[in-house]
C-alpha cells in the first residue's frame, strides 16, 4: 500500500539523504515538514537544499508535499485544520531534525531535541487513534548513555553519569519520550555515531562534529588536536544511516527495537590516522 510518510529534517544533512532514498526507494508520499512561512517558501528551501540532486526536486509538488510549520511549535505551528488532516493520513513518521551543536545553552537546545519530539509524538498519538501508526522512526545518537562506562542495555537509560554536553543529554531526554511511546504504537530508535561523508564519494553538506577541529588544524588556527593518537574515532558514513533508516521504517521486524548504526570498534581510524590522512588529502588539493 502507499502510505504518506511525514520527514522532519529533509532540509538537513542526513534527512535529506533519507528523502532520496524513500522517493527511489519506495512509491510512499512523502510530506516534508519545513521551517518555513508558508509552502512556497518550504518549497524553495527543499529546492535549495537539493539541488545537487534533481531526481528529488523533480518530486516536488508530486510525490513530496512541503509543508511550513516549526517542531518547536504546539501543533507543530500549523493550522487546527491542517494539523487535523495531516494526523489522519500518516502513515510514517521519520524523525530526522535535530540540533546538533555541542556547545548550545540547555534550555535552546530542548527546543528542538526535547520540545519538538514531544510535539511530532501528540500528531503521532493522534495519527494512531485515527487510523493506525505503521512506524514511528527516531533518530538518536550513539551517546545518549553519556558519561556511564561498561556495558549498558538498550532501554537502560539514566541520567545518574551526566552528559559530556547539551546535545547529548537532550537527545537522552528526547529518546525517553520516544521509548514511553513503544507502548502505544510501533517504534524504531536509530543511533548512529558521527555522521560524515558519503562513503563513495566523501560527499558532505554540514562541516560540523569531527570537521569542526579538522578544519581548525589545516587552517592553522588549532596547532595542536587535544586527543591520544590512538583514540578510536567513532564515525560513520551517512549513506549507511540513512540506507539503514529508510529500509528499517518499514521492516515489521525493526518495530520495537533500537539499532546501534556504527561501526565495529577495530575498524575505526584512530587520531593519528585520521588526522594522517587529512593532510595528506590538504596536500593534494
Do not use: C
Not at 510530506?31 to 523533480?58: C, I, S, T, Y
Not at 536509530?190 to 554540514?206: L, T
Amino acid at each position: 500500500m502507499r502510505g504518506v510518510v511525514l520527514l522532519t529534517g529533509a532540509t538537513g544533512f542526513l534527512g535529506a539523504q533519507v528523502a532520496r532514498r524513500l522517493l527511489s526507494n519506495t512509491e510512499h508520499v512523502v510530506v516534508a515538514l519545513v521551517r518555513a512561512r508558508d509552502a512556497a517558501e518550504a518549497k524553495r528551501r527543499l529546492e535549495r537544499a537539493w539541488q545537487d540532486w534533481p531526481e528529488a526536486v523533480r518530486h516536488l509538488g508530486g510525490r513530496v508535499e512541503p509543508l511550513a510549520g516549526d517542531l518547536t511549535l504546539p501543533g507543530l505551528g500549523l493550522a487546527s485544520d491542517a494539523w487535523t488532516g495531516l494526523a489522519g493520513r500518516v502513515t510514517h513518521v521519520i524523525h530526522s531534525a535535530a540540533e546538533l551543536r555541542f556547545d548550545g545553552a540547555l534550555d535552546e537546545m530542548r527546543r528542538i531535541n526535547v520540545q519538538g519530539v514531544a510535539h511530532l509524538l501528540e500528531l503521532a498519538h493522534a495519527a494512531n487513534r485515527h487510523h493506525g501508526l505503521s512506524r514511528y522512526a527516531h533518530i538518536s545518537t550513539a551517546y545518549v548513555a553519556g558519561s556511564r562506562a561498561g556495558e549498558v542495555a538498550e532501554a537502560d537509560l539514566t541520567d545518574e553519569y551526566g552528559f559530556a554536553n547539551t546535545y547529548e543529554q537532550t537527545k537522552y531526554e528526547g529518546e525517553l519520550l520516544v521509548r514511553a511511546a513503544m507502548a502505544s504504537f510501533p517504534v524504531s530508535v536509530f543511533r548512529p555515531g558521527m555522521v560524515v561523508g558519503d562513503s563513495a564519494n566523501g560527499e558532505i553538506r554540514s562541516f560540523n562534529t569531527v570537521y569542526v577541529p579538522l578544519r581548525l588544524y589545516l587552517s592553522g588556527r588549532l596547532r595542536l588536536i587535544p586527543s591520544r593518537p590512538d583514540l578510536r574515532v567513532n564515525m560513520v558514513p551517512v549513506d549507511y544511516v540513512a540506507d539503514a533508516v529508510a529500509r528499517l521504517a518499514f521492516d515489521p521486524r525493526a518495530a520495537g527495537a533500537t539499532f546501534h548504526l556504527t561501526v565495529k570498534s577495530e575498524r575505526l581510524p584512530t587520531a593519528k590516522v585520521l588526522l594522517e590522512t587529512a593532510r595528506r588529502w590538504a596536500k593534494k588539493e
